[in-house]
């Protein structure tokens, strides 16, 4: 009888406070796997317990998101959370990794190969943002503010608001059929999860958004010496930018499914398990 592989949780003391760890899997490779913005690590807990069956799989939570302390920065870059998160690894004394990283967690993915090519072998990216100067000021005006709470529970609803939409639309804020998007609502409990994991760094979250809208991975992505694979479902906004990005440096590149389709999961982990061996 196939077991589900159980998911860990630890913390990891750093010179700026506790960074969150998600682990599962007990032999193979490291696979070291960041996640998009907004929330945390547990958005990947479905993609982990598919990938533990062939490697020790850890997924930490950005710095300032889900329960990762903050990096003491007001406006940190894509390369100081990504510093932040090397000392959680070297910490763990995780050496000749892999790393994963979806939307803002790809970001964070290249420049913590970047940073640490001595810890990294290759690099996996699923959904690279690139920004026009028109879309970055759009997004850091209107795209992700903070959460405040107040005594009438108004921060409540914006948040539930915030994450519903983005099922909904992209950006979230323009909600017109110019901006629909075509993958309908994931489930309540999905939903939910995502709203209090947000909340969890409600105050403190948008500092990652922030650090993504400004990067620029066309800039960066040939300063990665280790191969890479790019890859994007095929109801990604990011599809496209991703393609070019995986173009600019001759990496290999694979769409997957929709994310509702049942074999958008197996498929990303084929891809992985091909790429890496």
């Given at each position: 009888?196939?077991?589900?592989?159980?998911?860990?949780?630890?913390?990891?003391?750093?010179?700026?406070?506790?960074?969150?760890?998600?682990?599962?899997?007990?032999?193979?490779?490291?696979?070291?796997?960041?996640h998009?913005?907004?929330?945390?690590?547990?958005?990947?807990?479905?993609?982990?317990?598919?990938?533990?069956?062939?490697?020790?799989?850890f997924?930490?939570?950005?710095?300032?998101?889900g329960?990762?302390?903050p990096?003491?920065?007001?406006?940190?870059?894509?390369?100081d959370?990504a510093?932040?998160?090397?000392?959680?690894?070297?910490?763990?004394?995780?050496?000749?990794?892999?790393?994963?990283?979806?939307?803002?967690?790809?970001?964070?993915?290249?420049?913590?190969?970047?940073?640490?090519?001595?810890?990294?072998?290759?690099?996996?990216?699923?959904?690279?943002?690139?920004?026009?100067?028109?879309?970055?000021?759009?997004?850091?005006?209107?795209?992700?503010?903070?959460?405040?709470?107040?005594?009438?529970?108004?921060?409540?609803?914006?948040?539930f608001?915030?994450?519903?939409?983005?099922?909904?639309?992209?950006?979230?804020?323009?909600?017109d059929?110019?901006?629909?998007?075509?993958?309908?609502?994931?489930?309540p409990?999905?939903?939910?999860?995502?709203?209090?994991?947000v909340?969890?760094?409600?105050?403190?979250?948008f500092?990652?958004?922030r650090?993504?809208?400004?990067?620029?991975?066309?800039?960066?992505?040939?300063?990665?010496?280790?191969?890479?694979?790019?890859?994007?479902?095929?109801?990604?906004?990011?599809?496209?930018?991703?393609?070019?990005?995986?173009?600019?440096?001759?990496?290999?590149?694979?769409?997957?499914?929709?994310?509702?389709?049942?074999?958008?999961g197996?498929?990303?982990?084929?891809?992985?398990?091909?790429?890496?061996g």
């Open positions: 009888m196939t077991t589900t592989p159980i998911i860990k949780r630890r913390f990891i003391d750093t010179s700026f406070g506790q960074v969150h760890c998600r682990t599962a899997g007990e032999d193979g490779p490291v696979l070291v796997m960041h998009a913005s907004p929330g945390s690590a547990k958005q990947l807990e479905a993609l982990m317990r598919l990938l533990a069956a062939c490697y020790r799989v997924a930490f939570d950005t710095p300032g998101n329960d990762s302390s990096l003491p920065l007001e406006v940190p870059t894509i390369t959370l510093v932040g998160l090397i000392e959680a690894i070297r910490a763990l004394c995780l050496r000749d990794i892999v790393v994963y990283g979806s939307h803002t967690g790809a970001d964070v993915a290249l420049e913590v190969a970047i940073a640490a090519p001595d810890l990294v072998r290759k690099v996996v990216v699923d959904g690279v943002a690139v920004f026009t100067p028109e879309q970055r000021d759009d997004y850091l005006e209107n795209y992700a503010l903070p959460f405040a709470p107040d005594l009438d529970g108004a921060y409540l609803m914006r948040c608001m915030f994450c519903r939409d983005q099922y909904l639309f992209f950006p979230w804020f323009k909600r059929r110019a901006h629909r998007r075509d993958n309908g609502l994931g489930t409990e999905a939903l939910r999860d995502w709203v209090v994991e909340l969890k760094a409600g105050e403190t979250y500092r990652a958004y650090a993504a809208f400004a990067y620029e991975p066309l800039r960066r992505i040939g300063l990665v010496s280790q191969p890479i694979l790019a890859l994007s479902s095929v109801e990604d906004p990011l599809l496209e930018t991703t393609r070019q990005a995986a173009a600019q440096v001759d990496a290999q590149f694979r769409t997957l499914p929709g994310f509702r389709d049942p074999e958008f197996p498929a990303l982990r084929d891809a992985v398990f091909a790429f890496v």
